[in-house]
């Protein structure tokens, strides 16, 4: 066994520090794994999912080799040389023919690991591709859009510090999202004076230890959140005097709220309205409260305005930019942005954050429009298994000229691409994330490789730089000037001739990260290369906040040296390393808006609450009496970056969880198997009794209905595949996120 060795778990974003001894015959099984406590967010802590990255690392899915459709659809093995020279040509051609917008990039990074859509820039870049996507535009780009608009920034509740903590549409014991989730939730419900409300239809393991839980109709946030803010100015608990320091809008958002009828809207959500005042109260009551919004309202009805009335909830309580509030922390590279002026070739959408909605990209491909998608390159992503529709997504992926995966293993996706190309694991090159929310003290983890890479597949770093070179972009010459600057003159010299370049060539931006990573990148310690990325970037953010890095002990005289510092703590720390130590008011400074105030209205979305008070329920057809959850997060479940169904502890086929009433009143048994049936699809379901759902509730789990290769080779599929049962025209008129949590269903027993 060798020396316990610092990486981070990838199952979840929060990258949580670990050690991993290696063993196995040839060294090269994960075989102990233990929290690391120099980590300095997770500090030791994990959770039961981290002890199975194994199954991440060995698996009979592994891609070793690049993979090449042949026309009678099987895939050939095929040398790199061939698969570069191929894959540059083909895109070349689409580019030529109809115009680098009409190929669409999506991916870059998942859970663990964002550098390889830093690489994609210049090949982005060489390709003239202007659109992209990736699961955050099935997510939390109505989110951002809200944040951007009112605040000019993104910012996160401070749970460690908070005295009330919310939680909307979230379940962070098993899902996490916070640093030491479950020590925090624990903390929380265990000291007298800090509170905890849940809001969410189902019984969760979050929601028992909290001190109001809000079983909300499923799909009917939007008319809660109203109550609740309707109660705050109903009952004149409002921090007046904040929000008229800091915020400008209001009084045009006030007339909506009080015209909220608070025993309407909480009869909407099936609640009781002393609980809903009781819950109102004691948000405006506390000294710092902190909220989260996640999946359970950005993937449902209303989900846009839900994100809007969270924020004034926020408002209204003064909760912002102090100790235990929403506070905006630091970045190495910001990750929300807001909405552009651009809109989606066929359909206009809007483009969020740099991300065409998620939703539309099937229709972006099947229509005969001429400046649709006509080429996709998909690197760390799984479409094909996690956008709405599979059905659609496959026949959109079919239809495409071209279509090339990057992945580690034989997904879903690559099964639809023409090519395929085979990449490191996160294990066998340097990788990290810009998952970076934390404050005071936030965190950045460059990880170092655990294990050389099998001599058949490349990192994206190399990939892409190689893509560059057969596309004939590299500029040879400037990489021999950058590597004599370095040789001769070492970074301040490669530093000077870098910025140059980047001012005589404005327009070739793009090529920055594969000339960093051709340069820059053959002078860092062994198996850091991968990390050149990375240096303008901890200049960018030496510039940004000097004084939070200083704060954090990492010293400079000028913004140059502070850069180098910092850049060189990202290299020399594995186990992760405070970058930025801040202060909560720092906040303030980091608005974003002109005036640096918080604008309570968003004029869309303000229309879309007046419309509230009228509108009908979401109309129920007798043929789906059930709202379906397709995609809950459990203790085994983790996207589909674990592809083996071995590793799951427990809930192994990832059961359909159902109200025992329900099963009694139609004769189907628990632990038995019945037909899910929505208006796009049907799957078979093992069934799960639990008194935790609502009676007229179905969940099911995410990211499992996954195949894998049994030892004989053929593929069996463990669990159903919640997209088999989504449509992808279910989704939020303002910015496309789908409506996975409230999906029509029916139950049928199975003959
Ligand atoms: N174990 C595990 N952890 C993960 C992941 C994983 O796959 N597995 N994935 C990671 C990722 S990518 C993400 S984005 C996060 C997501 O993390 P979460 O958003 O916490 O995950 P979900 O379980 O999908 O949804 C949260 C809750 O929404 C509730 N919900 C359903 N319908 C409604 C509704 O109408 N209203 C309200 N208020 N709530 C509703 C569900 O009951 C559920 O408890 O988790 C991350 N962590
Ligand atoms: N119905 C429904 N659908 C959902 C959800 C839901 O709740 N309900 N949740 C959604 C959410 S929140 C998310 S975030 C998405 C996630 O969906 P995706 O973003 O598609 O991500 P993953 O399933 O995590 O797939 C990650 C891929 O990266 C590959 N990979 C792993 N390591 C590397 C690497 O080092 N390099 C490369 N190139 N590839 C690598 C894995 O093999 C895998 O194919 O799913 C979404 N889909
Ligand atoms: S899955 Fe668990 S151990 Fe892994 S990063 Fe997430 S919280 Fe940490
Ligand atoms: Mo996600």
């Not at 925090?184 to 028992?208: G, H, S």
């Not at 994100?307 to 509030?325: A, C, D, E, I, M």
């Not at 390159?377 to 599979?390: F, G, K, M, Y």
Request: glycine letters at 8%.
């Amino acid at each position: 066994m060798s020396d316990w060795k610092p990486t981070a778990c990838i199952l979840c974003e929060c990258n949580c520090g670990v050690e991993v001894q290696l063993g196995g015959d040839d060294g090269r099984v994960l075989e102990r794994i233990r929290g690391d406590r120099a980590h300095p967010s997770s500090r030791g802590y994990l959770c039961q999912k981290a002890g199975t990255l194994d199954h991440y690392q060995n698996h009979r899915d592994r891609l070793l080799s690049p993979m090449r459709r042949r026309p009678d659809g099987s895939f050939e093995p095929v040398d790199w040389d061939t698969a570069i020279r191929d894959v540059a040509a083909r895109l070349q051609a689409v580019r030529d023919t109809h115009g680098g917008t009409t190929i669409l990039y999506y991916g870059g990074g998942g859970q663990g690991n964002h550098l390889p859509g830093g690489y994609a820039t210049t090949t982005r870049g060489a390709l003239g591709i202007r659109f992209r996507s990736n699961a955050l535009a099935q997510e939390k780009t109505g989110e951002f859009w809200v944040s951007h608009e009112m605040f000019g920034a993104h910012a996160r509740g401070d749970f460690e510090h908070c005295d009330v903590a919310v939680f909307l549409g979230k379940n962070p014991w098993q899902s996490h999202s916070i640093p030491r989730a479950r020590a925090v939730l624990k903390e929380i419900a265990r000291d007298p004076d800090r509170q905890m409300i849940v809001i969410d239809p189902v019984r969760t393991e979050t929601a028992e230890l909290a001190d109001i839980h809000l079983a909300v109709r499923p799909g009917t946030d939007a008319w809660l959140l109203a109550a609740l803010l309707g109660v705050i100015l109903e009952e004149r608990l409002a921090d007046e005097t904040w929000l008229s320091e800091h915020t400008v809008g209001f009084d045009a958002v006030r007339p909506a709220l009080e015209r909220v009828s608070v025993a309407d809207a909480r009869a909407r959500c099936g609640l009781d309205e002393t609980l809903v005042r009781q819950a109102a109260r004691v948000m405006a009551g506390a000294d710092r409260l902190a909220l989260f919004e996640d999946l359970g309202v950005q993937m449902n009805r209303h989900s846009t305005l839900v994100s809007y009335l969270h924020r004034l909830l926020w408002l209204v309580t003064g909760s912002f930019g102090k100790q235990g509030s929403q506070v905006v922390p630091t970045h190495i590279r910001a990750l929300a942005r807001g909405r552009s002026a651009r809109t989606t070739p066929v359909l206009g959408a809007p483009i969020i954050s740099g991300l065409v909605p998620c939703n539309v990209i099937p229709e972006e491909i099947l229509t005969d429009h001429p400046d649709r998608y006509r080429a996709m390159i998909v690197e760390s992503a799984n479409p094909a298994h996690s956008l709405a529709d599979s059905q659609k997504m496959r026949e959109a992926l079919q239809a495409l000229e071209f279509s090339v995966v990057i992945d580690v293993a034989m997904t879903e996706t690559a099964r639809e691409a023409d090519y395929v190309l085979p990449t490191a694991t996160q294990y066998e090159k340097a990788e990290a994330t810009f998952f970076t929310f934390e404050v005071p003290d936030n965190t950045f983890h460059l990880r170092h490789p655990l294990l050389s890479a099998p001599a058949t597949v490349l990192p994206e770093a190399e990939i892409h730089a190689r893509l560059a070179e057969a596309m004939e972009v590299m500029p040879t010459e400037l990489v021999d000037e950058l590597r004599e600057a370095l040789r001769t003159g070492g970074r301040p010299a490669f530093a000077h001739r870098f910025q140059q370049a980047a001012t005589e060539r404005s327009d070739t931006r793009w090529l920055a990260p594969a000339l960093l990573y051709r340069t820059l990148g053959e002078t860092l310690p062994e198996g850091l290369d991968s990390a050149a990325l990375l240096w303008p970037l901890a200049h960018q953010c030496a510039r940004e906040y000097p004084d939070s890095i200083r704060r954090a002990g990492i010293e400079g005289d000028n913004a140059f040296a502070l850069g180098e510092a910092l850049f060189e703590a990202i290299l020399t720390s594995p186990s992760g390393f405070v970058f930025t130590r801040d202060d909560h008011a720092a906040s303030w400074d980091r608005l974003g808006t002109p005036d640096g105030k918080i604008h309570a209205v968003i004029p869309e979305l303000l229309v879309e609450l007046n419309r509230l008070h009228s509108e009908a329920p979401a109309p129920q057809a007798d043929a789906f009496p059930f709202v379906l959850a397709a995609g809950e997060r459990r203790a085994f479940t983790a996207n589909t970056i674990n592809r083996n169904p071995a590793w799951r502890g427990r809930d192994a086929e990832g059961a359909l969880r159902v109200h025992p009433d329900d099963l009694t009143r139609l004769g189907l048994d628990d632990g038995g198997m019945a037909r899910l049936v929505t208006r796009r699809g049907a799957v078979e379901v093992r069934l799960e009794g639990s008194d935790r759902m609502q009676v007229g509730q179905l969940a099911l789990p995410n990211g499992l209905g996954v195949d894998y290769p049994q030892s004989d080779g053929t593929r069996r599929q463990a669990g159903a595949s919640p997209n088999e049962l989504t449509a992808a025209e279910d989704r939020d008129p303002f910015v496309g996120t789908p409506w996975h949590k409230s999906v029509p269903a029916r139950l049928e027993a199975i003959e």
